[in-house]
C-alpha cells in the first residue's frame, strides 16, 4: 500500500529525496516513520512525523542532515537526505504508524512500504 520511491546510487557528500506514497486511509490519521536496514541487520529508526508534522524526531545519525516532512494533500511523505555518507547506504523503507503520534519502534509500524534502495559511493 506504501509506496517508497527515489533511492538510487550518489556519491558521498550528495543529496536523494525519498517520496513514500499511500492511499488516505493509509496517512490521513497516521504518523508516519522511516527506516533502513543493511544484510544481516536489524531494521532501523532514521525519522517520524506525527500525523500534523507538529512532532519529529531523528536518529542521531542523521540529525542535521536529514529532514522528514510531508504533504498530507497529497498523501505523501518526503525525507530530504544530504551529505550522505557510505554508511547510510541500505534499503529504505516507509512505514505508516497506528496512531496520529509515534515512537522510533519498528513494532509501532503496521504499514510497510516496499523499500527504495539508497547506494552511497566514496
Known amino acids: 500500500q506504501l509506496q517508497a520511491s527515489g533511492g538510487g546510487l550518489v556519491q558521498a557528500g550528495g543529496s536523494l529525496r525519498l517520496s513514500c506514497a499511500a492511499p488516505?486511509?493509509?496517512?490521513?490519521?497516521?504518523?508516519v516513520g522511516w527506516f533502513r536496514q543493511t544484510p544481516g541487520k536489524e531494521r532501523e529508526f532514521v525519522a517520524r512525523?506525527?500525523?500534523?508534522?507538529?512532532?519529529?524526531n531523528y536518529a542521531d545519525a542523521v540529525k542535521g542532515r536529514f529532514t522528514i516532512s510531508r504533504d498530507n494533500a497529497k498523501n505523501t511523505v518526503y525525507l530530504q537526505m544530504n551529505s550522505l555518507k557510505p554508511e547510510d547506504t541500505a534499503v529504505y523503507y516507509c512505514a505508516s504508524a497506528r496512531g496520529m503520534y509515534s515512537d522510533d519502534s519498528v513494532t509501532s509500524y503496521n504499514y510497510w512500504g516496499q523499500g527504495t534502495q539508497v547506494t552511497v559511493s566514496s
Open positions: 512525523i506525527s500525523r500534523s508534522g507538529d512532532s519529529i
Open positions: 488516505k486511509r493509509t496517512f490521513s490519521n497516521n504518523a
